[in-house]
């Protein structure tokens, strides 16, 4: 015989869904009086992070805040200061252009000044070569004298005497024309390296006139140094120093070009000689002046005595006035 248990069965339908399933587990957990410590810890944990999360999003606003405005307030004062270095930036600009157009324009002006030295400087070249050409032409209407053409170093010309074929004589002699204010030492020195290249024994430097020529020039008018003898004359002087020299140019030619430094007393009588000429020359000068002012005080004192002739023969000619009245009453009568 089979026995059977009375024990109840160990699965039961549930008394809450009467085994539906449709319960969920937290209402199964409310109706039974239990809170779910899971669920609530979850909520707290994600509210926990919701706050959290909202704290941290407040902090970051607040510092990108604080940040935007230090970085406009720095953005500010470096546009301040670029602005300040732009303005003078700007104005050492406008000053370099300022000093660039006054650099300019003393440019042009020196330009400009430099035409006119340049015109100037052209202007006195052709009153130089003027000046040489005249006097070329001049001496070649000298009789007995033979000029070279124009050198081009060591003096300007070259003279010499002729004798009567033509043929040019000894000794040769280097010119060098001045038109200046004043004869210096250094063209006497050049004049001396320019004959002793040439192998002249006399030089001679002409100015264009008296007052070019220095005291000592005046002085010392034919003179000896470095073995060279040197003229220092006029070009209204020249043709007289010429035929005053030309019998020492014989002795030379004849005697060699040291005649002189052997004749001493010789050489210090030309030297005399030039200056008593010159001073003949300034009294004639003067007389010429002179006789100029006389000419000059008969002429007017002529038309003076002229003009007084003329006012008395007017006078005289003229009738008086009581004589007219007379005439006029024997005509009434």
């Known amino acids: 015989m089979t026995v059977r248990s009375t024990l ?33 810890a979850q909520l707290s944990a994600e509210e926990a992070f919701r706050l959290l999360t909202q704290k941290h999003s407040h902090e970051e606003q607040t510092a990108w805040s ?18 300040d ?28 000044r430099n035409q006119e030295l340049e015109g100037e400087l052209t202007k006195t070249a ?7 050409m005249s006097f070329e032409e001049e001496v070649r209407a000298w009789a007995g004298i033979a000029i070279s053409e124009k050198l081009p170093k060591n003096g300007d010309f070259l003279l010499a005497y002729r004798d009567p074929s033509g043929t040019k004589l000894e000794p040769r002699i280097v010119v060098d024309n001045k038109d200046k204010a004043s004869i210096t030492e250094g063209d006497i020195k050049k004049l001396i390296r320019d004959a002793r290249e040439r192998r002249c024994p006399v030089g001679i430097i002409v100015a264009r006139g008296e007052t070019q020529l220095r005291q000592l020039d005046r002085e010392q008018r034919w003179d000896q140094e470095d073995g060279v003898w040197i003229l220092r004359t006029t070009r209204q002087w020249l043709p007289r120093d010429l035929e005053v020299l030309k019998p020492i140019f014989e ?17 210090e009588e030309v030297r005399r000689t030039f200056v008593d000429l010159d001073e ?54």
């Open 66 to 83: 604080r940040f935007e405005t230090e970085l406009a307030k720095r953005t500010a004062g470096i546009k301040e200061q670029h602005k």
């Open 85 to 112: 270095a732009l303005r003078s930036a700007q104005s050492e600009k406008e000053s370099l252009s300022r000093r660039v157009e006054d650099c300019l324009r003393e440019l042009a002006d020196l330009r400009e």
């Open 126 to 132: 052709r009153i130089g070569k003027r000046e040489e």
């Open 251 to 267: 002795r030379m030619r004849t005697e060699g070009a040291d005649f002189l430094q052997k004749n001493s007393a010789l050489a």
């Open 280 to 333: 003949v020359e300034r009294e004639l000068k003067k007389a010429a002046k002179a006789i100029e002012t006389v000419s000059m005080m008969t002429a007017k004192y002529r038309e003076r005595l002229r003009a007084l002739c003329d006012t008395v023969a007017a006078s005289k000619i003229a009738p008086k006035p009581e004589h007219d009245g007379s005439i006029a009453a024997a005509l009434r009568s």
């Open 8 to 40: 109840p069965t160990e699965t039961i339908e549930c008394p809450l869904c009467s085994g539906s399933g449709e319960l969920s587990r937290a209402e199964i957990l409310d109706r039974l009086g239990v809170k779910d410590f899971a669920r609530v």
